[in-house]
């Protein structure tokens, strides 16, 4: 094989391995820090009497909307002070500090190299930064926008902190390989406004296609860790949890929500039909349910938009599966989510016609009830609902059956959850060991 033509299958299969490893196999924290100071920084009034008191408001909310200070938070850390890491296969990403402080945050970049950062994904020393970040949506921000942010995150506290050091494996460590991802997967030229549509509908398409960065876990991913293209929007599996459908899919998607029950969801973490938990807590907790309502009703309009995904045609499920699912509802579920699944709609999800029940992959529910979820806070609804944890008391194969049972019953239709995935996935989260006494626990 001629030199040259060696060079670039070696390069392509490298990329071929950060694709996977910086954006498919990146696992968040299954639970949003909960930082009261964050909430602070996040809300705290901005007196008219500051100088540049508009955009510095202006830099905050687009702060908020850009979700920054879930990724960089790190447990018992500073608000954006980074040092959070992001798990890949192949090793950790640390978050950088992009506080005020000169020497170890941001506060001496200059809006130029600020806007590179968020444009081209290059840092403030020329080097390529890994799509862990989320660049490859920041990118359709405007560069006022960007001179907002950072106008603001440099009037946030300087903190002395420095992040503990990305150290991926060979060929990862080499920053440059990026290079080649961006070539074959940045998308350059992404219009998110339509002069034919309403200013909320683009509004909504700059927020959800930029800042908002919803299709980074919304939409499938490829070989490469970038978005499959055709699917847009259609759900996503990332850390094991599965981030629905959010077109206009009747079954697994927004099709049955209205924009106001969107709008709900967003700002409270919470609705009539649904809760969030998994990865969308934090989503919930530091960007929208800090967002003007407005920008929500904008989002709203924008998702209503989506045409459908396709439907897909399930068979019956096994009979037995469904028996058996249904005797182990009645006694671990329907105290909270009651026997017909109504639930306690607010606080109990109903489980009838539900989007996050029919997706396509059953991870986010195994992932659920293995090992339990918190409901994301937000100012108007301050206390974590939970749902409890049943690893320690349900077996694989029950805990199979009851989600083949739920995915089947109340108008959902869905493939079965199996016992060999909730298996697989009980290990990969390490729920293997959970006995709390001799007589409890998953004893095979
Ligand atoms: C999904 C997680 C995530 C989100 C959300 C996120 N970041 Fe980051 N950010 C990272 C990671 C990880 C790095 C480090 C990348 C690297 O080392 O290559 C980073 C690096 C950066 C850098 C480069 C800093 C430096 O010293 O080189 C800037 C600037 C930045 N982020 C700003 C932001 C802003 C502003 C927002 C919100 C609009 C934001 N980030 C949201 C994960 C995130
Ligand atoms: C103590 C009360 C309680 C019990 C018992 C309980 N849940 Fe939940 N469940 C909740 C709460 C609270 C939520 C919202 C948490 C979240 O989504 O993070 C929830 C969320 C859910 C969701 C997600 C719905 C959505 O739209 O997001 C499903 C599915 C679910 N539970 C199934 C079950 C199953 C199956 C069982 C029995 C094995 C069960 N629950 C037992 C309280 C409970
Ligand atoms: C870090 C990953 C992540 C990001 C970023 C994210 N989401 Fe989510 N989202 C999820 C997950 C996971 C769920 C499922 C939560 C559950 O099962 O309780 C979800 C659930 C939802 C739901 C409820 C769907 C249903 O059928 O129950 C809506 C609506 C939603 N997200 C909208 C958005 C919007 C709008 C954005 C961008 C502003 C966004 N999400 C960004 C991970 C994410």
Redesign the pocket.
Known sequence: MPGDILLVTLTVAALAISGVALSEG?V?PAHPVLSETASDLLTRLIPDATPNATQLRRGRS??I????V???LRAGGAPLA?G?G?NTPFGT??????TGDTDTG?GA?TPDQ?NR??HDGI??RGE???P???YPW?RHVSRTDNDS?LAW?KTTPAVRYVPPK?DLPFPLNL?FIVKGWNLLFLDTDRATADAAKSSDWNRGAYLVEG?G?CS?CHTPKNAFGADKSGHHLQGGTLSDWVAPDLTGNTRTGLGRWNADEIREFLQTGRNVRAAAGGTMAEVITYSTSLMAPDDLRAIATYLKGQAPSDTVKHDAPDAGAMRRGAAIYSDACASCHFDNGVGQPRYFPPLGNNAMLQQADATGLGHLILAGSRVGTSPSRASPLTMPSFAWKLTDSQIADVGTYIRNSWGNEAAPLKTVDVRDLRKRLGLTDLRLTPSSGDRR
């Open positions: 990146v968040l687009l702060v909307a850009g979700d920054c879930s990724c960089h980074g959070l992001l990403i640390y978050s950088s500090n992009i941001i970049w600020f950062a968020m840092g403030v390529n930064l890994y862990a970040f989320p920041f942010m995150l990305t920053r800042l960065h980074a």
